[in-house]
Nanobody, 121 residues
Framework: QVQLVESGGGLVQAGGSLRLSCAVSGSGFILLAMGWYRQAPGKQRELVATITSGTGTNYADSVKGRFTISRDNAKSTVDLQMNSLKPEDTAVYYC???????????????WGQGTQVTVSS
């Protein structure tokens, strides 16, 4: 059983910072890529940032230079440091992990429940 617990969302003024964290628990799998996605009201879910097991990163153009994704493989956590926040960053942020069973097979994704980030102008 895989569990993802997200924390760190909230309300912040434009220009402020927030740090999101996602802790993964469970057994019988190997963590591959980890990442954060977001969904604003009336919009589709979109990629924010991802990080591979080798710590290679990928960012949406809209957050480059402002957000930093990191992971701690020993703790099975992935964090998203968000600086210089803008009202357009307001969304529900979802943690995503791609895992593979230790016995093999194709990789598959798990999603967290989401955490609200609201940036006021």
């Amino acid at each position: 059983q895989v569990q993802l617990v997200e924390s760190g969302g909230g309300l912040v003024q434009a220009g402020g910072s927030l740090r999101l964290s996602c802790a993964v628990s469970g057994s019988g799998f190997i963590l591959l890529a980890m990442g954060w996605y977001r969904q604003a009201p009336g919009k589709q879910r979109e990629l924010v940032a991802t990080i591979t097991s080798g710590t290679g990163t990928n960012y949406a153009d809209s957050v480059k230079g402002r957000f930093t994704i990191s992971r701690d493989n020993a703790k099975s956590t992935v964090d998203l440091q968000m600086n210089s926040l803008k009202p357009e960053d307001t969304a529900v942020y979802y943690c995503n992990i791609r895992i593979r069973s230790v016995v093999g097979g194709l990789p598959y994704d798990y999603w967290g429940q989401g955490t609200q980030v609201t940036v006021s102008s």
